[in-house]
């Protein structure tokens, strides 16, 4: 399983690399690998963590053709959503710092990824008519937005902006992503990493325990919009099933060029 | 009474257009063929509605000359209040998509309507050195605006920019409104209604139940700010009569070169 | 203690000038001075405060020599935080509106001063090489924020730049500091005290009442923010004594060239 996270050390930081070609799809073994390389990191007491992705996406969310092959199976659907959630909660409770270095598209799962961490550096893309993008698409492959998750987009651009991005279902490029601070910084292509570092490398100086009360409190928003009340495992399910929502998503999986089996 | 609203059909979307001139201003009469037209579009089931104006003011607001000629009579005072409340819950809870086409100035009630919508089109003016403006002026004419009015505002540009806007009850030019984003678009002469149209039929593609559920939890904020709770009457009833409030008032009407009855 | 604050009349609104050189440090005879000028200023009912300085820092915040020179008598240094907490609700707690000429940088204290205030006038750094900055930098000198402070932060920012700000400890440029909303005006070098008067004035055409509760509903939240729950003063008394907060608030005295008696 450990070959689904790529590890390397820069000093006292700790970088973390989804590595589940070809758009590190969150199935539960990438999300499994990524909860225990999050709680290696804290438990050696590392600064702080850079989360990095591959290729064209930095990560394309859930992965939709893995779960919708569970069928029926609620339980091992259930499973996979814990998975994801498991994650999500990994990176938000972090007691340490996570930047991260979106390379590519951020779609769905992996914008909420990317939104649990305390800074966001994204690529230009090189093709300057094709700008990468990032939003929380999840109404256009079929699923509602809980309430926990659309809290962890309103802190960050506000209630107006996250009203407009969600009932649309928007991807927006990585210039308007900048403006409204969905993104910390924009860089050129091969820079996201070291820009990422170099923001954690300058926390390193602050005295420790204020910079982590100071950063505890400033995040207790986010903490709170993980707690269980706004994520409702069970409801999340519930909807899975419904037709709306199996249309679009084996609407997605046609589209993909993948079947469930 | 339905001469007060003009209603257009758009394929499965609705249009709903004020129409009490010279300025739409919001008596009894229109705020509740305006309940009575969300009333229906609901009932028949439409994808969005469309509220526009005709005119040099989108709507001038509550008609305070009308209020203020009921004189000590508290009970036609409430009413008059009940009947724009009424307006604003039914664009605030409506279970459907509302976009509004601003042709013209925006003032107080207005601006109330127009912030219950989920998107704002405005028009820029024909005379640049004369653009048009909207904003909450309530304290200008005497008005306290209730913690309720205040949140619509809150959740649109921020507290820091509302509470600006609303000590000074400024009224904001449109490019100003399309920076804060107290307006989502704008555009030229004659185009908001057909632009407001594309941005509901942008949703019409969207699985149903996702998006509806997404929306409602992204507005909850909208329903929670409605509440009673936030808008107080009778609180609204009894500053209407202080001293303060009446001579602004009367100052106004005499402006409007009109006089109470 | 009169002579830590000059007062000047313009009509009916009033000037307090910070005036302990060389950098208003805010101890506890400056704290009280100011706040026996603003209970006075609310008692003679005048329209509205101007809160201004002088020199090169707005004010450089608590005076952390004088507290550190208190050593382990914790109800010494008890008193001077008491005298900061009293100085901050003074200002934020004003029944009329204040406006604050910021010439020169606002630190820590300062700034915290500042985000109590209605309105925010900077001026222009003389040297563009060397903008003048905002923020609150306490980590950076060993102190956590707590969640009142930040509260008045991230009503004025929002939560998202708040946080970056706050973890990093970063003093935000003259610009930046405009965009973000931190000030509301950027003059011209010497112009700061006029356009806050400007926008005083501006606000005394209001009807008196419907202005009051307007501004008193716009700023509940900053109310609310300074509670006693939220500005635990035992809290902040036993985190001074930490041995990361004493090394590096020694560090700075020792950089301010002095020394803790």
């Given at each position: 399983?450990?070959?689904?996270?790529?590890?390397?050390?820069?000093?006292?930081?700790?970088?973390?690399?989804?590595?589940?070609?070809?758009?590190?799809?969150?199935?539960?073994?990438?999300?499994?690998?990524?909860?225990?390389?999050?709680?290696?990191?804290?438990?050696?007491?590392?600064?702080?963590?850079?989360?990095?992705?591959?290729?064209?996406?930095?990560?394309?969310?859930?992965?939709v053709?893995?779960?919708l092959?569970?069928?029926?199976?609620?339980?091992?659907?259930?499973?996979?959503?814990?998975?994801?959630?498991?994650?999500?909660?990994?990176?938000?409770?972090?007691?340490?710092?996570?930047?991260?270095?979106?390379?590519?598209?951020?779609?769905?799962?992996?914008?909420?990824?990317?939104?649990?961490?305390?800074?966001?550096?994204?690529?230009?893309?090189?093709?300057?008519?094709?700008?990468?993008?990032?939003?929380?698409?999840?109404?256009?492959?079929g699923?509602?937005?809980?309430?926990?998750?659309?809290?962890?987009?309103?802190?960050?651009?506000?209630?107006?902006?996250?009203?407009?991005?969600?009932?649309?279902?928007?991807?927006?490029?990585?210039?308007?992503?900048?403006?409204?601070?969905?993104?910390?910084?924009?860089?050129?292509?091969?820079?996201?990493?070291?820009?990422?570092?170099?923001?954690?490398?300058?926390?390193?100086?602050?005295?420790?325990?204020?910079?982590?009360?100071?950063?505890?409190?400033?995040?207790?928003?986010?903490?709170?919009?993980?707690?269980?009340?706004?994520?409702?495992?069970?409801?999340?399910?519930?909807?899975?099933?419904?037709?709306?929502?199996q249309?679009a998503l084996h609407?997605l999986?046609?589209?993909?060029?993948?079947?469930?089996?």
């Open positions: 399983m450990s070959g689904l996270i790529q590890t390397f050390e820069h000093g006292s930081l700790r970088e973390l690399r989804l590595s589940r070609p070809p758009v590190n799809a969150l199935d539960i073994g990438l999300c499994r690998a990524l909860i225990a390389a999050m709680d290696a990191a804290v438990a050696d007491d590392v600064d702080g963590v850079l989360l990095s992705g591959e290729g064209p996406l930095f990560s394309a969310g859930i992965d053709p893995h779960l092959a569970h069928g029926d199976d609620r339980a091992a659907l259930t499973d996979g959503w814990l998975g994801f959630l498991g994650a999500v909660r990994a990176l938000g409770h972090s007691r340490v710092p996570v930047a991260v270095a979106l390379t590519g598209h951020v779609p769905a799962g992996g914008c909420v990824l990317a939104l649990c961490c305390d800074y966001r550096v994204m690529t230009r893309s090189s093709e300057p008519s094709r700008p990468n993008t990032i939003g929380l698409n999840e109404v256009r492959v699923l509602a937005v809980p309430e926990g998750i659309q809290r962890l987009l309103r802190r960050v651009v506000g209630p107006h902006t996250a009203e407009r991005m969600l009932v649309t279902g928007a991807m927006v490029g990585e210039q308007e992503a900048l403006r409204i601070g969905l993104v910390d910084e924009l860089v050129d292509p091969g820079l996201a990493a070291a820009h990422a570092l170099d923001w954690l490398q300058s926390l390193q100086s602050l005295p420790r325990q204020p910079f982590r009360q100071t950063r505890m409190l400033a995040r207790a928003d986010l903490e709170q919009a993980l707690a269980t009340e706004h994520l409702d495992l069970q409801r999340m399910i519930d909807a899975w099933y419904t037709p709306d929502t249309a609407a999986v046609a589209k993909l060029g993948r079947k469930p089996a």
